[in-house]
């Protein structure tokens, strides 16, 4: 059964930082690329964060950029986002996907979300 669990949100104030986890398990997680998304409320969810498998390449949201680091380690099928200089407007749940296309197939995989909220 394929998992996706996310931990580490919770709430800080503007300038802090917080470090999400996401771990996986039910598929081979080196070879998918891992992203993060996230969801304000009365928004669409966004792409925040993405690496490809093997961690050859990163990208970014304008947003994020300078901010965030998305990390992965294959070892311990875990996906990180280090958030650093956090900013109210980063206040959302933030979901984790692993997705991988073996054509025809496309797999899409989702968490359940964790809460960031950033606020004084």
């Known amino acids: 059964q394929v998992q996706l669990v996310e931990s580490g949100g919770g709430l800080v104030q503007p300038g802090g930082s917080l470090r999400l986890s996401c771990a996986a398990s039910?598929?081979?997680?080196?070879?998918?690329?891992m992203s993060w998304y996230r969801q304000a409320p009365g928004k669409e969810r966004e792409l925040v964060a993405a690496?490809?498998?093997?961690?050859?390449?990163?990208n970014y949201a304008d947003s994020v950029k300078g901010r965030f680091t998305i990390s992965r380690d294959d070892a311990e099928n875990t996906v990180y986002l280090q958030m650093n200089s956090l900013k109210p407007e980063d206040t959302a749940v933030y979901y984790c996907?692993?997705?991988?296309?073996?054509?025809?197939?496309?797999?899409?995989?989702w968490g359940q979300g964790t809460q960031v909220t950033v606020s004084s």
């Open positions: 690496i490809t498998s093997a961690g050859g390449s990163t």
């Open positions: 996907n692993a997705g991988r296309t073996a054509w025809p197939h496309r797999y899409n995989y």
């Open positions: 039910g598929f081979t997680f080196s070879s998918f690329s």
